[in-house]
Every structure is written in structure tokens, then in C-alpha cells.
């Protein structure tokens, strides 16, 4: 954005670092412990500037970015993270016009970051069993904005997916294999999947499952986060670091026929048990 509107979010950060977003509209007003801040003195204005409340409390105003936009989710559970987000994105190659199935929406996290990436030709179908998650998850998008791009559904997908010839899909579930069939049936050929366990032995069910119906090219990662101190006379790590959040499990979904020719060879064991010619 060049000068910001009425409609749009707005990233404002103190001067102790603290983030806040706020979706400007005319004659608006953010009202805060350091001050009152009037929308239309932003209205019309560039960003990158600092701004302050007619008490003279300084705010830096931004435009937002996706990172931005999920740390600041309303959230009652667990979000996925913005560092397995974005490699989760770029995993199921989501671009502008895929088509993108999703089951455990929660707060919205992911779902956010999907729509983003396939907007405004693309979709988004996102499952969640829990009314109180979805409608959260509702809010947390039309607050971003994304809800055009989003298709909520409030079911077990234990009855399957309503779509077809999907691009990709992603399980943010307990026992995602469990319904690896309804993923195949959602899937296009060839189609990308993904998902993400807290546990070293979900994964390893998961990764026997994939094998079982037809998944190849099969991939566990985990992302480790380490931030430093942007000081250059000293730079170090920070204190803390995004360690553990999730193992990642990625793979494509192949004819069940040609799938035992191409599953994964570990060169140090040769070849997999029921795959010799």
C-alpha cells in the first residue's frame, strides 16, 4: 500500500516493542493506556512513520505482513507457527489460482497464510469439527480480510471431502492417517500432501500409512528458528530460539499401482521389504 486507506490493518509498535493491529475507518479511534490515537490522522498517510497520540506516546505504523497477521490471531489453542506456515505454503506450492483442502482449521492460522498465497483466483476449503473453532477461525479471516477466499465447512471429514482434483492438502489432525483415503479422493494426481505431528511416534504411523495408500516421495523435517540480537557491534543469538514446534511430514499422491517402484531406498539398507522386482 502506498497511503493508507479506510479498510485497511494497520501494524502499530510501541516504543517497548509492543504490536497492535487495528483496521482504520473514518472518524475512528484507538483508544490505549498511552493515549488516544484518531484513524483519520492515518487515513490518507503513508506508513513507515511514526505517529503519536494526543497525549505524545510515538507508535511506529506499518503495513502488516503475514507473520504479522498470525502472531496477532485470536486464538484458544495452539496456531501453527509462522516458520512451518510459510515452508508449509511453499511445500504444497500454493500460488495465486490453486486450489488448497485443509481439515483441522482451528484459529486459523494456516489457513490465513494458504489464502494469501492462492488469492484472488484461488481457494481455500477448510474443515473443522468444532463450531466454536470455526467461528472463530470466520473471525479471525474476515478481520484479514481473506474470508472471499476461504470456504469453511463444519463436518468430520470422516465423510469425505466434497472436493476433487485438489492442488493440495494439508491434515492438522491427531491421527491424520486415519483419513488418508479421503485425502486420495480429494487429491488431483500427483496432487501434494502434508501434514504436521507434535510426536515422533505419530509421525512414524503416519509415514507407514502414506506408504500404504499410495504416497511417495515422502519427507519428514522439522524447522528450527534461531533469532539474533541486530546490534552490530556485538551480534549474538537472542536468548531464546523457536525450537520444536512440529515434525513436518510432506508427500505426493501417485497411481497405487506405480507406487512401490518409487518408495523411499535408504542407501545404507537397500532396498524396502515388498519392493523388489
Known amino acids: 500500500m502506498s497511503n493508507a486507506q479506510a479498510g485497511d490493518l494497520v501494524l502499530l509498535i510501541s516504543d517497548d516493542r509492543k504490536r497492535f493491529l487495528i483496521r482504520l475507518q473514518h472518524e475512528g479511534e484507538w ?15 503513508p506508513l513507515g512513520r511514526t505517529v503519536r497520540t494526543q497525549i505524545g506516546h510515538p507508535f511506529l505504523a506499518l503495513e502488516p505482513s503475514t507473520h504479522d497477521l498470525i502472531q496477532q490471531l485470536r486464538r484458544v489453542t495452539q496456531i501453527i507457527f509462522p516458520k512451518d506456515a510459510a515452508y508449509i505454503v511453499m511445500r504444497l506450492n500454493c500460488y495465486p489460482g490453486r486450489r488448497v483442502v485443509e481439515a483441522g482449521t482451528g484459529s486459523g492460522g494456516l489457513t490465513l497464510a494458504l489464502a494469501r498465497a492462492v488469492m484472488p483466483g484461488g481457494r481455500v476449503y477448510s474443515y473443522e469439527e468444532q463450531p466454536r473453532m470455526l467461528d472463530l477461525a470466520r473471525r479471525n479471516l474476515q478481520r484479514a480480510a481473506l474470508l472471499d477466499y476461504v470456504e469453511l465447512k463444519g463436518r468430520d471429514i470422516a465423510e469425505g471431502f466434497d472436493e476433487q482434483d485438489a492442488d493440495a492438502c494439508f491434515l492438522d489432525l491427531r491421527e491424520p492417517w486415519r483419513y488418508l483415503a479421503q485425502a486420495r479422493a480429494a487429491l488431483k494426481p500427483g496432487g501434494f500432501f502434508g501434514s504436521i505431528l507434535p510426536t515422533a511416534n505419530q509421525v512414524s504411523e503416519l509415514v507407514a500409512a502414506l506408504e500404504q495408500h499410495g504416497f511417495v516421495e515422502i519427507e519428514v523435517e522439522e524447522l528450527l528458528l534461531r533469532p539474533y540480537k541486530p546490534i552490530a557491534e556485538r551480534l549474538r543469538p537472542t536468548d531464546r530460539m523457536v525450537a520444536h514446534t512440529g515434525y513436518l511430514v510432506f508427500a505426493r499422491a501417485v497411481a497405487v499401482e506405480d507406487a512401490a517402484a518409487w518408495r523411499y531406498r535408504d542407501p545404507k539398507h537397500g532396498v524396502p521389504k515388498g519392493s523388489e522386482e
Do not use: N
Open 31 to 45: 483508544h490505549t493506556h498511552r493515549g488516544l490515537l484518531r484513524h483519520d490522522d492515518l487515513i490518507g498517510q
